[in-house]
């Protein structure tokens, strides 16, 4: 069987960077900070994704093994995790 790849937007990219850059700072102390910046950021993205990209980068960083496993693709695995639910984007109207 054949996994099918989603490419991920460049949207949901940059709110992997982003939530990874932040982690470090904010995870110990405050993630709901993290959540609600990458909310206001990126409002197009849906919220359990951008929630499940805040626990992952968040545990990762309390591990004390962050750069390591960022060295090892933590992005990656973190994109493949939310890139196979489909369209991620919030529709307004």
């Known amino acids: 069987m054949k996994m099918k790849m ?3 937007t460049p949207d949901l990219l940059d709110v992997v960077a982003c ?3 932040l982690a470090p700072s904010l995870a110990n102390e405050d993630g709901d900070l993290l959540f ?3 909310r206001e950021k990126f409002p197009n993205i849906a919220t359990d994704a951008i929630d499940v ?7 990762a960083a309390k591990s004390g ?3 390591h496993q ?3 693709g933590l992005h990656s695995r973190i994109l493949a ?7 991620l ?3 307004t109207d």
């Open 36 to 38: 609600s910046h990458l």
């Open 53 to 59: 990209i805040v626990a992952d980068a968040c545990i």
């Open 65 to 67: 093994s962050f750069a």
């Open 89 to 91: 984007t919030v529709i």
């Open 6 to 8: 989603i490419t991920p």
């Open 19 to 21: 939530a990874l850059r």
């Open 81 to 87: 995790k939310v890139s196979d639910w489909g369209d």
């Open 70 to 72: 960022f060295r090892t």
